[in-house]
Nanobody
């Protein structure tokens, strides 16, 4: 069983920065890839970023590439999302999720169905 708890969301002006954290419980965290997704009101959930088990490989949605950085600290069982140069269109609830080893052959890593454990989400609001 894995439990994920996000924190670090809030209200920020356009151009500002936030760092989201996702604290994980469970022994499988350090061997699991992790992802961040977001969902804006009235929109579909969308992939934001993914990091492999040891942090050596990262992937980003085109919309955040160059502005967001995903990282992890396995000693602290935590994955981070550093968000810089924020835009109003980044406003959403942000979720972290565990990339399920059992689903890797069925779904592409940008697909939410591939992930088996999700946090409750943290709200990010960017004002213009």
């Amino acid at each position: 069983q894995v439990q994920l708890v996000e924190s670090g969301g809030g209200l920020v002006q356009a151009g500002g920065s936030l760092r989201l954290s996702c604290a994980a419980s469970g022994r499988t965290f350090s061997s699991s890839a992790m992802g961040w997704f977001r969902q804006a009101p009235g929109k579909e959930r969308e992939f934001v970023a993914r990091v492999n088990w040891n942090g050596s490989s990262t992937y980003y949605a085109d919309s955040v590439k160059g502005r967001f950085t995903i990282s992890r600290d396995n000693a602290k069982n935590t994955v981070y999302l550093q968000m810089n140069s924020l835009k109003p269109e980044d406003t959403a609830v942000y979720y972290c999720a565990r990339d399920s080893p059992g689903n890797s052959g069925r779904y592409y890593y940008t697909t939410g169905a591939r992930y088996d454990y999700w946090g409750q989400g943290t709200q990010v609001t960017v004002s213009s």
